[in-house]
């Protein structure tokens, strides 16, 4: 279930991705980065290229069992 941060981080978010298109923005995402919401470029997310720690999938595997 989802925790009241998790409520209000979704509230959050939302009201920023529709403030973005308000301001006439498009192609942005809208991201949590420490504490503070902020606006990034699409293209810079998808571009960005990040490795898969291997070890989470073992441990997903070990939870699951």
Excluded at 9 to 26: P, W
């Amino acid at each position: 279930n989802p925790s009241s941060f998790d409520r209000i981080l979704a509230s959050r978010l939302g009201a920023a991705a529709v403030g973005a298109l308000v301001d006439g923005e498009h192609d942005v995402m809208t991201a949590l980065t420490g504490s503070h919401i902020e606006r990034l470029p699409l293209v810079d997310v998808t571009e960005r290229r990040r490795d898969t720690d291997l070890s989470y999938v073992d441990l997903i595997a070990e939870l699951a069992r």
